[in-house]
T-cell receptor
Framework: AQTVTQSQPEMSVQEAETVTLSCTYD???????LFWYKQPPSRQMILVIR??????QNATENRFSVNFQKAAKSFSLKISDSQLGDTAMYFC????????????FGGGTRVLVKP | EAQVTQNPRYLITVTGKKLTVTCSQN?????MSWYRQDPGLGLRQIYY???????DKGDVPEGYKVSRKEKRNFPLILESPSPNQTSLYFC???????????????FGPGTRLTVT
Protein backbone atom coordinates (compact mmCIF):
# COMPACT_ATOMS: atom_id res chain seq x y z
CA ALA A 1 0.00 0.00 0.00
CA GLN A 2 1.10 3.51 -0.68
CA THR A 3 2.04 5.82 2.17
CA VAL A 4 2.54 9.57 2.29
CA THR A 5 4.62 11.27 4.98
CA GLN A 6 4.76 14.92 5.91
CA SER A 7 7.49 15.35 8.48
CA GLN A 8 6.74 18.95 9.53
CA PRO A 9 3.62 19.22 11.71
CA GLU A 10 3.85 23.02 11.88
CA MET A 11 5.74 25.82 10.18
CA SER A 12 5.68 29.56 10.45
CA VAL A 13 6.84 32.16 7.97
CA GLN A 14 6.92 35.94 7.79
CA GLU A 15 4.68 37.62 5.28
CA ALA A 16 6.38 37.99 1.87
CA GLU A 17 8.95 35.30 2.71
CA THR A 18 9.23 31.81 1.22
CA VAL A 19 8.40 28.54 2.92
CA THR A 20 8.94 24.97 1.73
CA LEU A 21 6.83 22.03 2.88
CA SER A 22 8.20 18.51 2.65
CA CYS A 23 6.40 15.40 1.46
CA THR A 24 7.73 11.92 0.80
CA TYR A 25 5.80 8.94 -0.45
CA ASP A 26 6.28 5.25 -0.89
CA UNK A 27 5.02 3.38 -3.94
CA UNK A 28 6.03 0.65 -6.32
CA UNK A 29 3.97 2.12 -9.14
CA UNK A 30 5.34 4.14 -12.03
CA UNK A 31 2.06 5.78 -13.04
CA UNK A 32 0.64 8.08 -10.41
CA UNK A 33 -0.31 11.64 -9.54
CA LEU A 34 0.62 13.88 -6.66
CA PHE A 35 -1.32 16.76 -5.19
CA TRP A 36 -1.11 19.49 -2.62
CA TYR A 37 -4.35 20.54 -0.95
CA LYS A 38 -4.91 23.59 1.22
CA GLN A 39 -7.39 23.56 4.09
CA PRO A 40 -8.02 27.02 5.53
CA PRO A 41 -9.97 27.55 8.78
CA SER A 42 -13.18 27.22 6.76
CA ARG A 43 -12.22 23.50 6.43
CA GLN A 44 -12.81 23.52 2.69
CA MET A 45 -10.35 21.32 0.77
CA ILE A 46 -8.79 23.39 -2.02
CA LEU A 47 -6.53 21.92 -4.67
CA VAL A 48 -3.34 23.97 -4.85
CA ILE A 49 -1.23 22.13 -7.39
CA ARG A 50 -0.89 18.73 -9.04
CA UNK A 51 1.91 16.79 -10.70
CA UNK A 52 1.79 13.86 -13.08
CA UNK A 53 4.60 11.40 -12.35
CA UNK A 54 5.42 10.97 -16.03
CA UNK A 55 6.18 14.68 -16.39
CA UNK A 56 9.70 15.73 -15.55
CA GLN A 57 8.86 19.41 -15.44
CA ASN A 58 7.88 20.69 -12.02
CA ALA A 59 4.37 22.12 -11.78
CA THR A 60 3.81 25.76 -10.88
CA GLU A 61 0.67 27.72 -10.06
CA ASN A 62 1.33 31.40 -9.47
CA ARG A 63 3.19 31.63 -6.13
CA PHE A 64 3.08 27.87 -5.59
CA SER A 65 5.61 25.50 -7.10
CA VAL A 66 6.75 21.96 -6.46
CA ASN A 67 10.07 20.17 -6.49
CA PHE A 68 9.28 16.67 -7.74
CA GLN A 69 12.11 14.20 -7.28
CA LYS A 70 10.76 10.90 -8.62
CA ALA A 71 13.76 8.75 -7.77
CA ALA A 72 13.84 10.06 -4.23
CA LYS A 73 10.02 9.88 -3.98
CA SER A 74 9.91 13.44 -2.77
CA PHE A 75 7.33 16.11 -3.57
CA SER A 76 7.91 19.40 -1.77
CA LEU A 77 5.77 22.53 -2.04
CA LYS A 78 7.26 26.01 -2.13
CA ILE A 79 5.10 28.99 -1.29
CA SER A 80 6.72 32.21 -2.45
CA ASP A 81 5.82 35.72 -1.30
CA SER A 82 3.71 34.28 1.50
CA GLN A 83 0.45 36.05 2.23
CA LEU A 84 -1.72 36.05 5.32
CA GLY A 85 -4.35 34.13 3.36
CA ASP A 86 -1.90 31.26 2.95
CA THR A 87 -2.36 30.42 6.63
CA ALA A 88 -3.86 26.94 6.50
CA MET A 89 -3.27 23.24 6.85
CA TYR A 90 -1.58 21.75 3.79
CA PHE A 91 -1.95 18.13 2.77
CA CYS A 92 0.15 16.16 0.33
CA UNK A 93 -1.78 13.40 -1.48
CA UNK A 94 -1.06 10.50 -3.81
CA UNK A 95 -3.31 8.90 -6.41
CA UNK A 96 -2.57 5.77 -8.38
CA UNK A 97 -2.77 6.10 -12.15
CA UNK A 98 -4.16 2.64 -12.62
CA UNK A 99 -5.96 1.57 -9.47
CA UNK A 100 -8.83 3.92 -8.83
CA UNK A 101 -9.56 7.44 -7.69
CA UNK A 102 -8.56 6.99 -4.06
CA UNK A 103 -6.38 9.71 -2.57
CA UNK A 104 -3.83 8.74 0.07
CA PHE A 105 -3.02 11.72 2.28
CA GLY A 106 -0.15 12.70 4.48
CA GLY A 107 -0.76 13.87 8.03
CA GLY A 108 -0.66 17.55 7.11
CA THR A 109 1.50 20.58 7.84
CA ARG A 110 0.02 23.60 9.54
CA VAL A 111 1.40 26.84 8.08
CA LEU A 112 1.12 30.12 9.92
CA VAL A 113 1.97 33.31 8.03
CA LYS A 114 2.93 36.10 10.40
CA PRO A 115 2.47 39.79 9.57
CA GLU B 1 -22.43 25.97 -9.89
CA ALA B 2 -20.57 22.65 -9.78
CA GLN B 3 -20.48 21.48 -6.21
CA VAL B 4 -20.65 18.73 -3.63
CA THR B 5 -23.03 19.36 -0.77
CA GLN B 6 -23.12 17.69 2.61
CA ASN B 7 -25.64 17.85 5.39
CA PRO B 8 -25.55 18.47 8.23
CA ARG B 9 -22.42 20.58 8.63
CA TYR B 10 -22.32 20.03 12.38
CA LEU B 11 -23.79 17.19 14.39
CA ILE B 12 -23.61 16.27 18.05
CA THR B 13 -25.13 12.94 18.97
CA VAL B 14 -25.00 10.23 21.59
CA THR B 15 -23.54 6.76 21.46
CA GLY B 16 -25.75 4.29 19.64
CA LYS B 17 -28.15 6.71 17.99
CA LYS B 18 -28.26 6.00 14.27
CA LEU B 19 -27.43 8.89 11.98
CA THR B 20 -27.04 9.64 8.29
CA VAL B 21 -24.85 12.26 6.65
CA THR B 22 -26.05 13.09 3.17
CA CYS B 23 -23.85 13.87 0.19
CA SER B 24 -24.94 15.05 -3.22
CA GLN B 25 -23.05 16.15 -6.35
CA ASN B 26 -24.33 17.91 -9.46
CA UNK B 27 -21.46 17.13 -11.84
CA UNK B 28 -22.63 13.72 -13.07
CA UNK B 29 -19.51 12.12 -11.61
CA UNK B 30 -19.16 8.35 -11.60
CA UNK B 31 -16.93 8.16 -8.57
CA MET B 32 -17.83 9.22 -5.03
CA SER B 33 -16.14 8.56 -1.72
CA TRP B 34 -16.12 9.37 1.96
CA TYR B 35 -13.09 10.36 4.02
CA ARG B 36 -12.58 11.08 7.66
CA GLN B 37 -10.01 13.56 8.92
CA ASP B 38 -8.25 13.16 12.25
CA PRO B 39 -5.36 15.19 13.67
CA GLY B 40 -1.99 13.92 12.52
CA LEU B 41 -3.53 11.27 10.29
CA GLY B 42 -4.73 13.39 7.40
CA LEU B 43 -7.75 12.14 5.51
CA ARG B 44 -8.47 8.44 5.26
CA GLN B 45 -10.93 6.83 2.92
CA ILE B 46 -13.93 5.11 4.50
CA TYR B 47 -15.93 3.86 1.50
CA TYR B 48 -16.11 4.57 -2.19
CA UNK B 49 -18.42 3.97 -5.11
CA UNK B 50 -17.42 3.57 -8.74
CA UNK B 51 -21.00 3.84 -9.97
CA UNK B 52 -24.62 3.30 -9.02
CA UNK B 53 -25.11 0.16 -6.91
CA UNK B 54 -21.34 -0.41 -6.77
CA UNK B 55 -19.65 0.33 -3.45
CA ASP B 56 -16.52 -0.93 -1.75
CA LYS B 57 -14.55 -0.52 1.45
CA GLY B 58 -11.76 1.95 1.83
CA ASP B 59 -9.10 1.92 4.52
CA VAL B 60 -11.29 2.51 7.60
CA PRO B 61 -14.77 1.08 6.92
CA GLU B 62 -15.59 -0.37 10.35
CA GLY B 63 -18.74 1.11 11.85
CA TYR B 64 -19.94 2.73 8.62
CA LYS B 65 -22.34 1.88 5.82
CA VAL B 66 -23.02 3.56 2.49
CA SER B 67 -25.44 3.21 -0.40
CA ARG B 68 -25.49 4.46 -3.98
CA LYS B 69 -29.02 4.19 -5.31
CA GLU B 70 -28.71 7.29 -7.48
CA LYS B 71 -25.68 8.65 -9.27
CA ARG B 72 -25.78 12.01 -7.52
CA ASN B 73 -26.24 10.82 -3.91
CA PHE B 74 -23.94 8.89 -1.60
CA PRO B 75 -25.09 8.94 2.03
CA LEU B 76 -22.89 7.81 4.92
CA ILE B 77 -24.68 5.85 7.63
CA LEU B 78 -23.52 5.27 11.17
CA GLU B 79 -25.89 2.65 12.57
CA SER B 80 -24.49 2.72 16.12
CA PRO B 81 -22.08 5.64 16.49
CA SER B 82 -19.32 5.44 19.06
CA PRO B 83 -17.03 8.17 20.48
CA ASN B 84 -14.12 6.99 18.30
CA GLN B 85 -16.14 8.08 15.28
CA THR B 86 -15.91 11.69 16.40
CA SER B 87 -14.21 13.27 13.43
CA LEU B 88 -14.46 15.61 10.45
CA TYR B 89 -16.04 13.89 7.46
CA PHE B 90 -15.68 14.77 3.80
CA CYS B 91 -17.54 13.55 0.78
CA UNK B 92 -15.77 13.78 -2.58
CA UNK B 93 -16.59 13.10 -6.21
CA UNK B 94 -14.70 12.86 -9.49
CA UNK B 95 -14.96 11.36 -12.97
CA UNK B 96 -13.94 7.71 -13.32
CA UNK B 97 -10.13 7.37 -13.21
CA UNK B 98 -10.27 5.24 -16.35
CA UNK B 99 -11.33 8.37 -18.22
CA UNK B 100 -7.70 9.38 -18.53
CA UNK B 101 -6.66 12.68 -17.13
CA UNK B 102 -5.67 14.15 -13.83
CA UNK B 103 -9.16 14.51 -12.58
CA UNK B 104 -9.53 16.74 -9.62
CA UNK B 105 -11.56 15.40 -6.75
CA UNK B 106 -14.24 17.80 -5.62
CA PHE B 107 -14.77 17.89 -1.90
CA GLY B 108 -17.84 18.81 0.07
CA PRO B 109 -17.61 21.40 2.86
CA GLY B 110 -17.18 18.79 5.60
CA THR B 111 -19.33 17.56 8.48
CA ARG B 112 -18.06 17.90 12.02
CA LEU B 113 -19.44 14.96 14.01
CA THR B 114 -19.19 14.63 17.78
CA VAL B 115 -20.35 11.43 19.48
CA THR B 116 -20.69 11.63 23.26
Amino acid sequence: AQTVTQSQPEMSVQEAETVTLSCTYDTSESDYYLFWYKQPPSRQMILVIRQEAYKQQNATENRFSVNFQKAAKSFSLKISDSQLGDTAMYFCAYRSGAAGNKLTFGGGTRVLVKP
Amino acid sequence: EAQVTQNPRYLITVTGKKLTVTCSQNMNHEYMSWYRQDPGLGLRQIYYSMNVEVTDKGDVPEGYKVSRKEKRNFPLILESPSPNQTSLYFCASSPDFRDRGVHEQYFGPGTRLTVT
